[in-house]
């Protein structure tokens, strides 16, 4: 690490992922959600970067390709389950699926 | 002058406010296009981070899988949904370029300190010191974290699964 220290970037992850939380527990439109949720991943990422290079070893990047590929198949799923429910209800507000039983 | 104020700190407070700012507003947005584009800025403030903090193999894959890949899914998934009544309705008037200001103004932001990183010598050389390469994060994935990479391609190939079952058309309702 440079000169930037980890409390910092902790405190940028921190933030970042406050965010994203907000935005995943406030919001009402799903597509919202899901980006929210792509948020929250990519403070995770700030964090272990940070970690990563603060001691001076590649764990912290490979941890990051690993939630690289998360978010990536993440976003696939949850995006093929949004265009079903565009389809069944015309609509992407999340309550609709609170009908779900069983 | 420009050489005082231009610190790797300081460059890394400055990318993670914009960080801040752009994911603020997708979280706050109304109109999905826009919200999408200050997520775009947002990863590209978090890619720019990185660059400082010494990994700029990470911050390559941030630029190229995140804001290439996901986010063009994205938007691939918006355009089919073709913005539903609620979000245009409420959305303002096409203002020409007055929408993308903010996300513009953020990303121009972002250019400039690239500039400046890449322009200052001195910065340069020590950000060069202590960079982990993508030799070693190559030797790391292929061999303590072997597992881990096998379990991921699972989980793709699961993710594929999922994505062509679920996108489908459905035998029941008829045709597409």
Redesign the interface.
């Known amino acids: 690490?440079?000169?930037?220290p980890l409390f910092?970037?902790l405190i940028?992850s921190s933030?970042?992922f406050a965010?994203?939380f907000?935005?995943v527990v406030?919001?009402k439109?799903t597509?919202?959600i899901?980006?929210?949720l792509?948020?929250m991943l990519?403070a995770i990422?700030?964090a272990f970067?940070?970690a990563?290079?603060v001691w001076?070893?590649?764990?912290?990047?490979?941890m990051?390709?690993?939630i690289?590929?998360?978010?990536?198949?993440?976003?696939?799923?949850g995006?093929?389950?949004?265009?079903?429910m565009?389809?069944k209800y015309?609509?992407?507000d999340i309550d609709l699926l609170s009908q779900m039983k069983g | 002058m420009l050489a005082n104020l231009a610190s790797i700190d300081s460059l890394f407070y400055l990318s993670g406010l914009v960080a801040v700012i752009a994911s603020l507003k997708v979280v706050t947005g109304n109109n999905t296009v826009h919200a999408l584009l200050y997520l775009v800025v947002s990863l590209l403030a978090v890619a720019v981070c990185f660059y400082l903090m010494g990994a700029p193999f990470a911050a390559g894959l941030e630029v190229i899988v995140y804001a290439g890949a996901i986010l063009v899914l994205f938007v691939f998934a918006v355009l089919m949904f073709g913005l539903g009544k609620d979000e245009t309705t409420h959305a303002p008037q096409n203002k020409g370029l007055a929408n993308m200001f903010g996300a513009m103004t953020l990303a121009f932001a972002l250019l400039i300190e690239m500039v400046i990183i890449i322009n200052n010598g001195d910065m340069q050389q020590s950000l060069q010191a202590d960079v982990i390469d993508s030799k070693a994060v190559g030797i790391m994935l292929y061999g303590p974290y072997l597992l881990a990479v096998e379990i991921a391609s699972f989980l793709l190939l699961a993710g594929l699964l999922a994505g062509y079952h679920y996108a489908k058309p459905d035998i029941s309702e008829g045709q597409l």
Not at chain 1, 1 to 4: A, L, Q
Not at chain 1, 68 to 77: C, I, K, M, N, S
């Open positions: 690490m440079t000169s930037i910092h970037v940028l933030l970042l965010i994203g907000v935005g406030a919001r439109n597509l919202f899901l980006m929210s792509e948020v990519n990422g700030v970067i940070g990563g290079s001076q070893q590649a764990d912290g990047q490979v990051f390709i690993l690289l590929t998360l978010a990536a198949v993440e976003a696939a799923v995006l093929a389950l949004l265009i079903r565009q389809k015309r609509s992407l």
